[in-house]
């Protein structure tokens, strides 16, 4: 059974996944990450583009032991919900520390990492992981 | 070659994988004899994470040199990996790191492959663009998760990491130049690695004499002789380091005390990154270099060729040093692993059907 990864999707998630773009309500101020085209605070849609910091701490996590098809390598897999200096908080996989040594609090960074590859022949993900400063 | 406008580093970055296997803990698993490793003078070398390439590694030692040039990333007009590790036999690894350091689509940019010495060639196409005002700032990176047949002695020492450089023309926000270069090329049948292969083969006898020593040596000399310097002129000297013994034995022969080769001598802590090995050499030498001070480059490639460069520090370089980690911080940064996730995260272990 092989992985499938929708190239077009990959493609059309390059800004947020790799540079962690997000939209921000130019009305309420509130930042969407993901990115999204309507804000779901106030229903206005003029937002605009801006990167994120990609600096950030550790609110809280769990550990991914019984993972998807095509996640067995990367097990066990640490996912957290990091807040980012701007105040916004995001969901992402968590790298370079063992399981064990998680700490909620920790002061995290955002790395670019392969999320996932599709076997040996198909496309390789790429995306925004976090690691301990 | 000395170029027509002098072309300096604005910044320098590192990449090295946290993760550590002992040498000694490969010997055991292969059945090698107590310290047969012993010889190579490499202790430990890095380990990719499962989650690491020579795409993210690249991207990481460029996010760091960038911090140090303190230039708006969109000012760089061209990007180039030097690696014999591409993720993709087909699809450039620059596009990615590019659009990930946010500096598409207005570039020029390649993957190049020339053994370890592909970034060393990007570093001469770097200085001559931007001497001749084609473009002002290269992004130089040489990266790779180095492959070795596990048993073979190669295993020892290959390892992963990069290193990357922001060049622009000498100026202000420089904080060395490039004095001038020397490169020497011959066809030497030292090392290879065939098309679907996934380990490469080594020509045993080729890999000393005829192929590092030969070519390092000639592009040393020429360019020593070529802008009248000798060893005494220069303040440091990093050769490519394949391992820890090859670049001190070359710098006895080319009449280099150890003094001048040990701060950038880095393979014995974190084994051979290839494409990054002399380059890593060079920025931890930068990170301790005061303006004034002269280094000699030698990155070296099998197949073969080396290039020699004389690097001189300028002012400034002491304030960009803490601006991002540090080799020395990078290499103590670490955790150790056995032989089983070194397997898992090398990609030697092979599944069936799930």
């Known amino acids: 059974m092989s992985m499938k990864i929708s190239v077009p999707r990959v493609w059309r998630e390059i800004k947020a996944h790799y540079l962690l773009e997000a939209t921000v309500c130019n009305k309420c101020g509130k930042i969407h990450y993901p990115p ?6 106030c229903g206005n849609r ?36 990091v807040k980012l200096k701007e105040g916004v908080k995001i969901l992402a996989q968590l790298t370079d520390v063992e399981p064990e040594n998680v700490k909620i609090g920790m002061r995290v960074k955002a790395v670019l990492r392969k999320i996932c590859e599709d076997e040996n022949i198909g496309l390789i993900k790429y995306g925004i992981k976090f690691k301990p400063v | 070659m000395r170029p027509a406008r002098d072309v300096g580093i604005v910044g320098w970055g590192a990449c090295i994988p946290k993760f550590r296997i002992k040498c000694s803990e490969i010997g055991k698993t292969w059945g090698f004899p107590p310290e047969y490793h012993g010889g190579l003078i490499v202790s430990e070398k890095t380990v990719a994470n499962i989650d690491e390439d020579t795409t993210t590694m690249g991207w990481e030692a460029a996010k760091n040199a960038l911090v140090r040039a303190k230039i708006n990333p969109e000012e760089v007009e061209a990007i180039y990996v030097g690696t014999e590790s591409k993720p993709y036999a087909v699809k450039p690894s620059i596009t990615v790191i590019a659009e990930a350091l946010g500096i598409t689509p207005k570039i020029l940019g390649a993957d190049l492959e020339f053994a370890c010495r592909a970034a060393s060639e990007a570093l001469e196409a770097s200085i001559g663009l931007i001497s001749s005002g084609m473009i002002k700032y290269s992004l130089v990176i040489g990266s790779d998760t180095a492959q070795a047949s596990p048993g073979d002695v190669l295993e020892f020492t290959a390892s992963s990491g990069a290193a990357a ?108 990154t290839y494409n990054a090995s002399a380059l890593i050499g060079l920025c931890a030498v930068l990170e301790e270099a005061k303006p004034g001070q002269r280094i000699l480059l030698v990155p070296f490639g099998s197949g073969a060729g080396a290039d020699a460069y004389s690097v001189i520090v300028e002012d400034g370089i002491e304030e960009k040093v803490h601006l991002a980690p540090t080799v020395k911080e990078l290499i103590e940064d670490k955790i150790y692993i056995n032989y089983t996730y070194y397997a898992k995260f090398r990609g030697l272990i092979s599944k069936f059907s799930f």
């Open chain 1, 36 to 41: 999204r085209p309507i804000c779901d605070n």
């Open chain 1, 46 to 81: 003029n937002l605009f583009r801006r990167k994120l910091s990609g600096e950030g701490e550790v609110l809280t996590y769990t550990i991914q032991y019984i993972v998807l098809e095509g996640y067995r390598e990367y097990a066990p897999i640490v996912f957290a919900i």
């Open chain 2, 165 to 272: 450089f922001v060049l622009g023309p000498r100026g202000e926000n420089t904080v060395a130049y490039f004095e001038g270069s020397y490169s020497y090329i011959t066809d030497t049948p030292d090392f290879w690695r065939r098309q679907l292969a996934p380990y490469p083969m080594h020509g045993e006898q080729f890999t000393g004499d005829p192929a590092y020593f030969a070519h390092i040596i000639a592009a040393a000399k020429g360019l020593m002789n070529k802008l009248g310097l000798r060893p005494s002129d220069f303040d440091y000297a990093v050769f490519h380091q394949p391992n820890g013994r090859f670049p001190l034995k070359v710098s006895v022969k080319l009449g280099f005390p150890k003094e001048k080769i040990l701060p950038g001598l880095i393979t014995p802590m974190i084994g051979n």
